[in-house]
């Protein structure tokens, strides 16, 4: 929970995005503050969410669906590995726990990151994180989030065209994965 406000411009990564949704999210309780006890497994509270505010469901959903899927990750390499302390020390916690692990595991873990960073901003109504992405095909940028249908469209006529009219469109997975292993062959060929 500790966020050291120092200005400093590298925190819009998974955990700061999972932090201010978490934050959010416990300042719009479902319930109460027992209502959504998900930072403590274990507890037995953590089924008590009423229905009433879709929003937080959704949102609480969410985060235990993120938490639980990078908890899962880091697990399957590392099976000694306990719990994070806190949901937003889960990507820290897992990268601790796997740095020693497969190449495949850890690239695995850095998509699985990056495609949080980019779920826990959209699921905050921040569709802006989908801009600077490319389109896998065309490689223009232009990308628009679609929310209703969960993917990210491209508006390229050219790239419609040479899709037979249609334009193509990309999951969040899709961009995380182009974006994380172009990343890793700059760094590659820059050592
Ligand atoms: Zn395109």
């Known amino acids: 929970m500790a966020n050291t406000d120092t200005g400093d411009t590298d925190t819009d990564n998974a955990s700061q995005r999972l932090a201010e949704l978490h934050h959010y999210f416990r300042e719009h309780p479902v319930t109460g503050p027992e209502g959504h006890s998900y930072t403590r497994p274990g507890t037995g509270h953590a089924a008590s969410t009423a229905p009433g505010l879709p929003y937080n469901q959704r949102v609480c959903d969410h985060i235990r669906a993120s ?5 899962q990750h880091t697990r399957t390499a590392a099976p000694d590995a306990g719990l994070p302390q806190h949901i937003e020390d889960v990507y820290d916690w897992a990268r601790e726990h796997t740095e020693n692990a ?57 790239c419609a065209r040479s899709n037979k009219g249609h334009s193509r469109s990309w999951t969040l997975g899709r961009l995380a994965l182009e974006h994380v292993t172009a990343e890793k062959s700059l760094r590659e060929c820059a050592t």
């Open 67 to 71: 938490v639980t899927e990078v908890v």
């Open 102 to 158: 497969p190449a495949d595991v850890q690239l695995n873990r850095d998509i699985t990151e990056y495609r949080h960073r980019l779920e826990h901003a959209v699921h905050a109504g921040d569709f802006s994180v989908v801009r600077p992405h490319r389109c896998p095909a065309c490689r223009t940028l232009g990308l628009h989030w679609q929310p209703e249908r969960q993917r990210a469209v491209c508006l390229n006529l050219h």
